[in-house]
């Protein structure tokens, strides 16, 4: 079992000269299980300022989203959904997919995946 407390989880920014998974900042990520730790499962607390957002990319495994806070956007390459707080997103490996805050709001998501993500653009 591995329990994480809150004063242990810190803030990192990611910017798009630093993390090619980034479009447009501002987007600011709290890594809650590292993968080194969980047999590649990953979580992270992900804030995505208004207008933040990534790239297309795809993930080696399925990956699920809890929105906790705004009004953002999850988009494949049909449509875009937009999300708000208790909406849950089920992502299928290998879906070319973004996500991020809107144009007029930030969002924050929990994001839960194996190791494995890639750029698709």
Wanted: charged letters at 20%; proline letters at 3%; aromatic letters at 6%.
């Amino acid at each position: 079992m591995i329990v994480v407390e809150g004063s242990m989880v810190h803030p990192t920014v990611m910017e798009p000269k630093d993390d090619i998974i980034v479009k447009k900042a501002p987007v600011s990520g709290r890594r809650v299980l590292s993968a080194a730790e969980t047999d590649g499962w990953a979580a992270s607390l992900t804030t995505f300022g208004i207008g933040g957002r990534l790239n297309w990319h795809t993930h080696d495994s399925e990956q699920i989203l809890f929105v906790t806070d705004g009004r953002g956007i999850v988009a494949t390459k049909e449509k875009e959904y937009v999300v708000t707080p208790g909406c849950i997103v089920y992502i299928r490996a290998g879906e070319n997919h973004w996500h991020g805050g809107t144009e007029e709001s930030a969002m924050t998501h929990l994001n839960i995946q194996k190791a494995g993500i890639h750029l698709a653009e």
